[in-house]
C-alpha cells in the first residue's frame, strides 16, 4: 500500500478510513485527495487559536476548471467513504473557488488567479501551517 504523501512529510501513520477520525486526520486525509488529483499549493492551516467556525482549512489549487472539480469530486467521494458528514458546498468549478465544508475542515479549491486575488494565507497568517506542499 502507498503511504499518502501528506502523512510522510506530517511524519504520521496513514489513516485507514473510519469513524472516529480528529479533524487533524481528516486535513491531512483530504490534502492526500488533492495531491492525489494533481493539486498545486496544498496547504493546511491550523486555525483553532483564530477560529470557531472549524479547526483546519484545507487550501489548495487547480490549473483549471475541469480539475478543480475532479478536486473536489474526490475530496467529497473520499468524506463519504470515511463517514465525514459534508455539511455544505458553495461555488462552481467555472468561478474559480469551491468550497467544501466538512465541519471541522473546509477545503477552499482555486483557480491559480482566485487564489492570487483571495489570498486566504495571507488573511489567516496568524494561523500554523501544518503542511505545505508546492
Same mark, same amino acid.
Given at each position: ?23 487533524? /486526520? @481528516?486535513? +491531512?486525509? #483530504? ?5 492525489? +488529483?494533481?493539486?498545486?499549493? @496544498?496547504?493546511?492551516?491550523?486555525? %483553532? ?16 476548471? %475541469?480539475? #478543480? ?8 467521494? +473520499? $468524506?463519504?467513504?470515511?463517514? @465525514?458528514?459534508? +455539511?455544505?458546498? /458553495? ?31 495571507? $488573511? ?5 501551517? @501544518?503542511?505545505?506542499?508546492?
Amino acid at each position: 500500500m502507498r503511504r499518502p504523501l501528506v502523512s510522510w512529510v506530517m511524519g504520521l501513520p496513514p489513516c485507514e478510513g473510519s469513524q472516529g477520525l480528529d479533524s487533524a /486526520e @481528516v486535513a +491531512k486525509i #483530504i490534502a492526500d485527495v488533492a495531491v492525489d +488529483k494533481k493539486a498545486t499549493d @496544498v496547504v493546511i492551516l491550523d486555525i %483553532r487559536s483564530q477560529s470557531v467556525i472549524a479547526d483546519y482549512f484545507v487550501i489548495c489549487s487547480g490549473n483549471n476548471p %475541469r480539475q #478543480i472539480q475532479a478536486i473536489a469530486s474526490a475530496v467529497e467521494d +473520499k $468524506l463519504s467513504e470515511i463517514n @465525514v458528514p459534508a +455539511k455544505g458546498f /458553495e461555488g462552481a468549478a467555472d468561478t474559480g473557488w469551491m468550497l467544501l465544508d466538512s465541519g471541522d475542515v473546509i477545503v477552499h479549491i482555486f483557480g491559480p488567479l482566485e487564489r492570487e486575488f483571495y489570498r486566504l494565507e495571507r $488573511l489567516w497568517s496568524a494561523a500554523p501551517t @501544518v503542511v505545505y506542499l508546492q
